[in-house]
């Protein structure tokens, strides 16, 4: 099992959270950007940078995953081809999406495009708070309390 990150967007503090769960569950995990990052030095952690364009980030990552693997996005879409390649994706916000709840979450985004792009003014998401980083952090260790010590997904156990 890896954990995915689509690194471009993905807060400085979620980034640190998830270092620390990769060290102490040894888990491998992959931040994917169209710019260079710079990661702490770990055999768990790796940078890779893909070129700039529209979804380079987003394909690159649902074309390697595997079923089980755990995808760090706020990208609905993203979460949502992930989902269908049996993995799972989890925003920076603690919300863990699932086969249950992507296509309503998948819904209310393209809404909210259309509604955008027909010049509707719209507030963007609120800023990422303290309340917000303990329920990714909540979120991230109840999956990963679950996996069976071999690292397969959290079904297989």
Excluded at 99 to 108: D, F, G, P, V, W
Aim: hydrophobic residues 45%; charged residues 25%; contains cysteine.
């Amino acid at each position: 099992m890896k954990i995915w990150v689509d690194a471009d967007a993905c807060p400085v503090v979620i980034k640190e959270i998830l270092y620390r769960a990769a060290e102490r569950c040894r888990l491998p995990t992959v931040f994917v950007a169209n710019k260079l990052l710079r990661l702490p030095p770990s055999p768990y952690l790796q940078a890779m940078q893909v070129p700039g364009g529209f979804d380079v980030a987003d394909n690159e990552i649902v074309e390697k995953l595997e079923a089980g693997d755990l995808v760090i996005t706020a990208d609905i879409p993203l979460a949502a081809a992930v989902i269908a390649k049996d993995g799972h994706a989890l925003n920076p916000r603690g919300e863990m999406y699932d086969k249950a709840n992507i296509h309503e979450r998948l819904s209310m985004r393209n809404l909210m495009e259309t509604l955008r792009s027909s010049g509707v003014e719209l507030s963007g998401p609120a800023t990422l708070n303290q309340q917000d980083r303990q329920a990714f952090a909540a979120s991230l260790d109840r999956f990963l309390a679950r996996l069976p010590r071999s690292g397969t997904s959290p079904e297989e156990s």
